[in-house]
């Protein structure tokens, strides 16, 4: 009884490790749970043209649309993790599903002033 107890504990010590050190991989990679500084500051400074991409979720209650990738606006919100793919399969059109951060979702729900010209 005593070893399996050793056991139990040295792997939920091997676990807690685990998950640890991948959640400092991902902090790393730019993967922060909240509201991080510099986006919401990015959403301070959007073009016209990306805020008539944002404001098409708002309004519309939606949080995922299909886009074109290669629209300039649309590749920038997704470089600034602002918009991200759902899927990784190449779609039979040129538009891809992209989906709103939700954290994006909310701040911007809240602060529509943001999304005007």
Do not use: C, H
């Not at 091997?14 to 919401?40: N, Y």
């Amino acid at each position: 009884m005593k070893r399996d107890t050793l056991d139990l504990g040295r792997f939920l010590d091997r676990v807690k490790d685990w998950v640890k050190r991948a959640q400092r991989q991902l902090a790393a990679l730019g993967f922060r749970g909240g509201q991080p500084r510099e986006l919401r500051r990015r959403l301070q400074q959007l073009t016209t043209e990306e805020k008539a991409i944002l404001r098409r979720y708002v309004s519309g209650k939606t949080r995922t649309q299909e886009l074109d990738p290669t629209d300039g606006a649309v590749a920038s919100l997704a470089r600034d993790r602002i918009l991200f793919t759902v899927t990784q399969v190449r779609p039979v059109s040129n538009q891809w599903a992209y989906t709103i951060q939700p954290w994006v979702w909310s701040y911007l729900t809240a602060r529509p002033e943001l999304l005007s010209n």
